[in-house]
C-alpha cells in the first residue's frame, strides 16, 4: 500500500502541484510510463520509489493497467479544465479514483466481479464529493469539475463560481448534485460489510466519512466557498459509531 500510494501521490503532484509549465508536467509523466514500462518488460526499476513499486508488483502480481489509468488522469488534468456532461467526468474518475480501489481489493484477495463493482462506484464518489468539497480551490487552478450541462439546467454561470455566489440556482444545482453521489454511495456501501477484518471496518469510515461530508456540505448551506468542510476529531468519534451501527 505504501508504494502505491508513493506512486500515486507523486504522480499527483506532479501534475497538480508548484510552477511547472504544461509541457514539463507532461515530461514528467511520462518519464512514470516509461518506468512501467521497464516493469512491464521485466527490467530493473531506476528509481527507488519504482523499485519499491516493481518489489510489490512482483509480490502481488498485480496488472499494470490501473498504474496506467492513474497517469492517464494525471495528464488529463493538466490539459482539460472543463467537463461538458456527467459522464466525462465519470470516465475521469474510472482512471483517478477506481483503480485505488482495484488495487486494494487485489492486495487483500477480495477482487471478486461484485466487490470490483462496488468499488468502483465508492471510489467514483469518493472523488466526486471531493470535487464538490474544494469548488473554490479548483477554481484557483481555473478548472470546473461540476459538468457544463448541469450548470446550463440549473441556471449558473461560470461567473457564480468565480464570485462565490450563492443563490437559488447554485443551491438547487448542488442540492442534484449531493443527492446523485449519496445515492451512488449508499448503493455500493454494501461493500463495507462483506469485506472482511481490517479492510472492511476501514472502509466503513471511508464510505462514512464521504457521506458526513455531503452532510456538512448541506449544514452549510452549500457554501463551500467560505465553508470547506472537513472532519474534525468529533466527526470520527461520531463515524465511530455510525460504522459499529452500519447494516
Not at 470535487?131 to 450548470?151: G, S, T, V
Not at 481490517?198 to 452549500?222: N, P, T
Request: proline share 4%.
Amino acid at each position: 500500500m505504501q508504494a502505491i500510494y508513493a506512486f500515486a501521490r507523486t504522480a499527483d503532484d506532479i501534475a497538480d502541484e508548484g510552477d511547472a509549465s504544461a509541457e514539463q508536467r507532461l515530461r514528467a509523466l511520462n518519464g512514470f510510463e516509461t518506468a512501467l514500462d521497464r516493469i512491464e518488460q521485466k527490467l530493473p526499476a531506476e528509481d527507488p520509489l519504482f523499485q519499491a513499486l516493481q518489489q510489490t508488483i512482483v509480490a502481488y502480481d498485480l496488472p499494470l493497467t490501473p498504474f496506467r489509468d492513474l497517469l492517464s488522469a494525471f495528464k488529463q488534468d493538466v490539459v482539460t479544465t472543463r467537463y461538458g456532461q456527467f459522464s466525462e467526468l465519470l470516465d475521469y474518475c474510472r482512471r483517478s479514483a477506481n483503480p485505488v480501489g482495484f488495487l486494494m481489493l487485489h492486495l487483500y484477495g477480495e477482487a471478486t466481479e461484485q466487490n470490483l463493482r462496488d468499488s468502483d462506484a465508492i471510489c467514483s464518489v469518493l472523488q466526486l464529493i471531493n470535487f464538490w468539497q474544494d469548488i473554490a480551490i479548483d477554481w484557483q487552478k481555473a478548472r470546473i469539475y461540476l459538468p457544463l450541462e448541469d450548470l446550463q439546467r440549473f441556471g449558473v454561470s461560470q461567473s457564480q463560481i468565480a464570485n462565490g455566489t450563492i443563490d437559488h440556482a447554485w443551491r438547487q444545482l448542488m442540492q442534484f448534485e449531493l443527492q446523485r453521489a449519496r445515492s451512488m454511495m449508499t448503493s455500493a456501501a454494501p461493500l463495507a460489510l462483506r469485506l472482511p477484518g481490517r479492510i472492511g471496518w476501514e472502509l466503513r469510515l471511508v464510505v462514512l466519512g464521504g457521506l458526513r461530508i455531503l452532510e456538512k456540505l448541506e449544514a452549510a448551506d452549500y457554501d463551500m466557498f467560505r465553508h470547506r468542510p472537513k472532519l474534525v476529531k468529533m466527526d470520527w468519534l461520531m463515524l465511530g459509531w455510525r460504522a459499529l451501527r452500519m447494516k
